[in-house]
């Protein structure tokens, strides 16, 4: 079955430090991922994207992620915390499905002054 | 702003209630679509309109919830008869679709906390 996990519910990192955020997916096609964002009371904000071209990609605010068909997965990295990226982020997938994103349950990202 | 709309922002309702929530897509955007999102979960996918049709609904989306896209802009999505299990965060988002396999963004809108009590 088609599904994507995200190891961790919660991050805690200090500012400055280094950010990764895990997700692993499960599908028998080749998948589009995504990144999204939620700032409390706000919707969901689209950081970045893979659709097969580039493996590694480059988001906003300074996101990178890199897509490993070996390990199935999909981590999001930031070399340097900031305050503002205090936020819940989402894996999601497109697998055997054209619109139907697989969602992961999220990860809290937790920033220490 | 043209971004996607949602209203209200906030319902609290009392149990057997019926209520209805609005989204207002990016208005070029043909597709639109409504998740749930529970607390401490990812949005689950409710339903799926391309235009007017509704083209996907997920087994979710029980006979008690209706949704519908009128002339292919805005949607509304109805629960009647609403449930304590129905307390949720309702999202609606939108995206200019142009077919296979192409992905085209979901832009999302706010939300629509539903508390039933």
């Known amino acids: 079955a088609q599904s994507v996990t995200q190891l961790g519910s919660h991050v805690s990192v200090s500012e400055g430090a280094l950010v990764l955020l895990r997700c692993n997916y499960s599908?028998?096609?080749?998948?589009?991922l995504f990144w999204y964002v939620q700032y409390p009371n706000q919707g969901l904000q689209l950081l970045l994207k893979y659709t097969s071209a580039a493996t590694l990609v480059k988001g906003i605010n300074g996101f990178e992620a890199e897509f490993k068909k070996s390990e199935t997965s999909f981590h999001l990295t930031k070399p340097s915390a900031h305050m503002s990226d205090a936020a819940e982020y989402f894996c999601?997938?497109?697998?055997?499905?054209?619109?139907?994103?697989?969602w992961g349950a999220g990860t809290k990202l937790i920033i220490k002054p | 702003d043209t971004g996607v709309s949602q209203n209200p922002r906030h319902k609290i309702t009392k149990r057997g209630q019926n209520v209805t929530f609005r989204c207002d897509p990016i208005s070029e955007h043909n597709r639109l679509y409504w998740y749930r999102q529970t607390l401490g979960q990812g949005p689950e996918f409710l339903t799926y309109f391309q235009n007017e049709a509704q083209l996907e609904k997920s087994r979710l989306l029980s006979d008690r919830f209706s949704a519908e896209r009128p002339k292919g802009s805005f949607s509304t999505l109805e629960i009647q008869r609403t449930e304590q299990g129905d307390s949720a965060m309702y999202l609606c988002a939108s995206s200019l679709g142009r077919g296979l396999p192409s992905y085209n963004e979901q832009f999302f809108g706010p939300g629509t906390r539903l508390t039933v009590l």
């Open positions: 999601a997938g497109l697998m055997d499905s054209n619109y139907q994103l697989i």
């Open positions: 599908s028998s096609v080749p998948p589009y």
